[in-house]
């Protein structure tokens, strides 16, 4: 069955890694990337709802709508996507323009979990691109990627730059997250906050043993560092104002480590020519874009879809 309507929104939980949720399950290239040519080809009309091998285990995978580009949504750590139902608003607002695919990574909702562990951004975009082709999904594909997602859909577009016509970042983690954070940490001295000791020791990504997905941030953002800019591929990076909050920390460590996060977003749009940067809010309020504000959403892929047309036409 396909997802229903969610019902009440979850509640957002953030300590030292702050996309870490209490989700409610509900119900429900140094050169220019070369430009993919939007086709004519018949179009699938049917919708997909299926848990498809990827190689000995299973992906869960929801398409809907009817279109071209196909918009393929990888969400933010730790977040079943469908299950989530955090893109639900997303999903029914672009399957009226063209056809959308949400996915579960292994390991979370109904996908199977994978058969190791830990796991980069490199076995993520093994598993998306196999989990695509097997399941008839064709390109050309808009990437959307929120959180660990943004590392997996720019790795994802270096290595099939083909497939890919535009890309739209949600509050995408960026690799010199961590290295920028502690760069901006004051001396360590006598009755500091825990807090600050424990970055200081730990980091701020989560380690792969800590963390739902198994994930290996510090491999995957090295993975990440190493790919191309994107030349002139259609980008739209979301940002939300004070994203990445810590507990208990002094006003102005949380207030340069808030504008680390910003700095690296605008880093982010640089990644393309043909870039737009948009913050989901300006009163310094967190909000989580896909399920508080999916409009922002819509109308930055409506946006892409739009882009990478005249692209083709060019």
Known sequence: MLANKPGESP???????P???SL???VITTACAPTTAIPTAP???TPLDAKVDVGGYKLRIICTGQGTPTVIVDA??????????????VRY?????????LYDRAGLGSSDAPPFR????????????TLLVNANVPDPYLLVGHDIGGFNVRLYASQYPDEVVGMVLVDSIHPDYESE???????????????????????????????????DFVASAAQVRATNVLGDLPLVVLTSANNYVYLDLPPDVDAKINQVWQDLQIDLAKLSSNSTHVMAREDGSYIYIPLQEPQLVIDAILKVIEDAKKSARQ
């Open 43 to 45: 179009l699938a009309t």
């Open 19 to 21: 996309v870490i949720f």
């Open 24 to 26: 409610v399950m509900a």
């Open 181 to 215: 954070t502690l760069a901006v940490l004051p001396p360590e001295s006598p009755g500091e906050p825990d807090i600050l000791r424990y970055i200081r020791r730990a980091g701020v990504f989560p380690s792969s043993t800590e963390n739902p997905e198994s994930i």
């Open 76 to 89: 933010a750590f730790g977040e079943p996507a469908l299950e989530s139902g955090n893109w639900i608003s």
């Open 118 to 129: 830990p796991r980069t951004s490199q076995d993520m975009v093994n598993d998306l691109h």
């Open 93 to 101: 607002g672009i399957e009226k323009t063209t056809r959308i695919c």
């Open 11 to 17: 509640v957002n939980y953030r300590l030292l890694y």
